[in-house]
């Protein structure tokens, strides 16, 4: 997916302005977080779990190696393949070669990040191989030709009118007149749509949540069974996996998924949590011929060691995106890329490159209420600050910044000169305010004064005030 | 949260005012000097303190603050405290401080030594001091906005509440959203006006269906952004920082971006104290 998050700010503004998504995003914030609460407050043993599970991506970040070679072994001794993919095009090509290898016309894909990371959709259906997502929420998506807005909800920008209008208009061979505004009607609809779709398919594209190194299994969590099918039904199932998904053990596994789905979506578990191991075996009733994992680096293994490691955590239950009261007022299409929010600002810049995305780290108060919910405690906030830092370093930041914030330090490292000026600042800024006592046009202020007045300072500054008072009454 | 060891008798406490406080609103400063004294504590305000050096830190120039840093902990030294009237001037202090010298062990003493000694005002008020305010009344609903680096960073949340509970007449209405971000964030609200903007919208929407007359807090820069969007807003509803309400010196000096016409100097208030 090609990168927009340079214009991060008119993207911003232009979700800002618009009034359905605005009418969509203001009951965003009563929804996943007030389950993931309810669901946390029912298990007395979650901030263990959260220390844990943490534990477990460190250990498994400290020894990347040995246990992605290992999950190689188990799986090739299943009987599956797995193919390291150093980047997207390499991801890509992989793909197509094997699609082509099954004579493949048909694929059907349940939502998978690393395939939004690809742009695999658009390569497969260049490539005359139609690209079928059967997620319902990525099913809508790209019926509209969308990107995702949310690693777990990727239509969470529509309203539900908007999801009618579309499958009124895609859907050709039904009653175009017909309503559609009860949601079962809608999506006993789409199942029928995609029943015969998941039948066809030649080859099924997964994502995966977690990759056992231990038994060469990859785990998967959906709400809607539609994984199952994908990887079940087609003669070939290609699971596709960034390298740092990987985890030592089942036990693991579960330790992870007790935290993964009650900080997504306050469900205890998903609906459905899926295992698979190797093609079908002989005595098995259903399953694949061909079981293929694809390994993609993609630039993650270049912040092993870096400050920016801790990111590799991550779990995508999407808990600091559902917190972060920036995605909140914007949406997930504002910040550009596949990854929005909070884990999206850390890592669209090691993935993307910093200077097409520095927006993205600067985008965020740094409230921290984001690593308060992260259940990986990854410090979201201070990597962040990280980017920052680099920014500083490779001189990114803009002309006005750069010279204010030189200006301010030069000032403040020197107090008698500091003191003088500010006085004056506060005194003049005070005589202009007048008996209103506020100011609503100054110059050079205007990112501030265009929607705020600013409150005129009281008259000299504190410490001017403190020296006289003192003088005067000790 | 922090533990508080042996407090002692009628300790020194250096007063680090924040440089929005000095600049924008001396009447806090002079607020929370009259609570320290009030509190029991020898109030001392180093002359040669001007800005924690947060700005630039959080705009990723580590040197400049660590320059600054080292010129804070220079000026602070020596005192049985540091108080702050700012949560996130406070946690600059107290948690950004030691990882600013991570390679340099000499200053990373140093700044620990300060960070130990530091306290935001209300928690030190409560958790230190023990003090409950006497003979204070204001008779407003009061939202209360828990600003993110007090709440996130220094577990401030039932200090400015309890210090509330004890000015007669006041009722907290809490909001929904007390605890979610106003949108100030230093240079965020300057670089993304318009998110800041709508951000702020949201709490302010929030307030006002709650009915609170006044909204407060324990950050100026918040204040402000919060103060100055309702005051573009036209609405009435009025903010002021905590320290200034349970020192009893909000009717001597005007709300926040309020009409200097009702406001007698907050330092002679405090100048006719013995």
């Keep these: 997916m090609k990168s927009s998050a340079r214009h991060f700010p008119a993207n911003a503004r232009e979700a800002l302005a618009d009034e ?26 979650f901030d263990e779990l959260r220390d844990a599970a943490r534990d477990i991506k460190d250990h498994v970040l400290a020894n990347l190696d040995t246990y992605l070679k290992r999950f190689e072994s188990r799986v090739h001794e299943s009987g599956g393949h797995v193919h390291w993919c150093r980047d997207d095009q390499e991801a890509r090509t992989t793909i197509l070669s094997i699609c082509r290898a099954a004579n493949a016309r048909t694929v059907t894909k349940s939502k998978s990040m690393i395939g939004e990371e690809i742009a695999i959709n658009d390569y497969l259906a260049d490539h005359d191989i139609e690209p079928v997502e059967t997620d319902l929420g990525e099913y809508i998506i790209q019926l509209r030709q969308e990107p995702p807005s949310h690693i777990i909800a990727p239509a969470i920008h529509l309203s539900k009118e908007q999801v009618a209008e579309t499958f009124v208009e895609k859907h050709t061979g039904r009653d175009p007149d017909r309503t559609l505004t009860d949601p079962r009607v809608m999506l006993d609809e789409a199942r029928a749509e995609l029943r015969q779709k998941f039948l066809n398919a030649d080859v099924g594209l997964t994502g995966a949540n977690m990759l056992v190194a231990e038994t060469g299994s990859i785990a998967i969590v959906t709400n809607e069974g539609n994984a199952d099918l994908t990887m079940g039904l087609p003669r070939v199932h290609i699971a596709l996996a960034s390298i740092e998904k990987i985890v030592p053990t089942l036990e693991d596994a579960s330790t992870i998924l007790r935290v993964l789905a009650r900080s997504a979506t306050g469900q205890e578990m998903s609906v459905y949590t899926t295992f698979a191991t190797g093609p079908k075996r002989t005595d098995d009733l259903d399953g694949p011929e061909e079981f293929h994992v694809l390994l993609l680096d993609n630039g993650r293994s270049d912040l092993l060691g870096t400050e920016f490691q801790d990111i590799l955590r991550c779990i995508r239950c999407g808990s600091c995106i559902n917190h972060c009261p920036v995605y909140s007022t914007v949406g997930g299409h504002a910040y550009g890329w596949v990854y929005p929010g909070p884990m999206g600002s850390v890592l669209t810049p090691a993935l993307v490159g910093i200077e097409d995305a520095h927006h993205l780290p600067n985008a965020s108060t740094l409230c921290g209420k984001c690593e308060t919910v992260c259940p990986m405690h990854i410090p979201l906030p201070r990597m962040l600050r990280s980017w920052r830092v680099r920014q500083v370093e490779k001189n990114l930041q803009s002309a006005s910044s750069r010279y204010g914030l030189g200006l301010w330090s030069y000032l403040a490292r020197h107090p008698r ?58 | 949260m922090k533990q508080p060891d042996q407090v002692p008798q009628s300790p020194s406490v250096a007063l680090f005012v924040t440089c929005l406080v000095d600049v924008m609103r001396p009447s806090i400063g002079f607020a929370a000097v009259s609570l320290l004294e009030r509190a029991g504590c020898q109030v001392f305000v180093p002359e040669t303190q001007t800005c924690c050096g947060q700005p630039g830190y959080n705009a990723g120039d580590e040197k400049s603050a660590r320059g600054i840093a080292e010129q804070v902990i220079e000026a602070l030294q020596g005192y049985d405290y540091v108080v702050v009237p700012s949560g996130s001037c406070a ?32 928690s030190f008020l409560v958790d230190v001091m023990k003090f409950r305010p006497v003979g204070i009344t204001f008779d407003k609903v009061i939202s209360y906005h828990d600003s993110c680096s007090g709440l ?30 106003c949108g100030f964030g ?55 920082h905590v320290a200034e309400v349970v020192a009893g010196m909000a009717d001597q000096s005007a709300s926040i971006c309020g009409s200097h016409d009702a406001q007698t100097s907050a330092v002679s208030a405090v100048g006719k104290r013995p």
């Design chain 1, 417 to 474: 000169l500091y003191r003088v000026l500010s006085n004056c600042v506060a005194r003049a800024l005070n005589i202009m305010g007048g008996h209103r006592g506020k100011l609503s046009r100054l110059p050079l202020a205007g990112g501030w004064m265009s929607k705020r007045d600013l409150p005129a300072p009281q008259g000299g500054t504190f410490m001017a005030q403190w020296k006289n008072s003192r003088s005067r009454y000790l």
């Design chain 1, 20 to 45: 359905r998504l605005q009418g969509v995003l203001d009951k965003f914030s009563d929804g996943f977080p007030v389950k993931r609460a309810n669901a946390i407050a029912r298990l007395d043993e």
């Design chain 2, 91 to 122: 946690g600059m202090i107290i948690k950004h401080y030691p990882d600013l010298f991570a390679d340099d062990a000499a200053w990373r003493a140093r700044a620990e030594d300060l960070s130990v000694r530091s306290w935001e005002l209300t």
């Design chain 2, 186 to 240: 230093g240079l965020f609200c300057v670089k993304y006006p318009d998110i800041s903007t709508a951000m702020v919208d949201r709490k302010i929407a929030e307030v006002s269906d709650g009915g609170a007359d006044v909204i407060l807090g324990g950050d100026l820069g918040c204040l402000m952004n919060i103060a100055g969007r309702l005051s573009r807003q036209g609405k009435s509803t009025n903010v002021w």
């Design chain 2, 152 to 181: 996130r960073e220094l577990g401030i949340k039932d200090q400015p509440r309890s210090l509330l509970a004890g000015v007669d007449g006041t009722k907290i209405e809490e909001s929904d959203l007390a605890e979610s971000c």
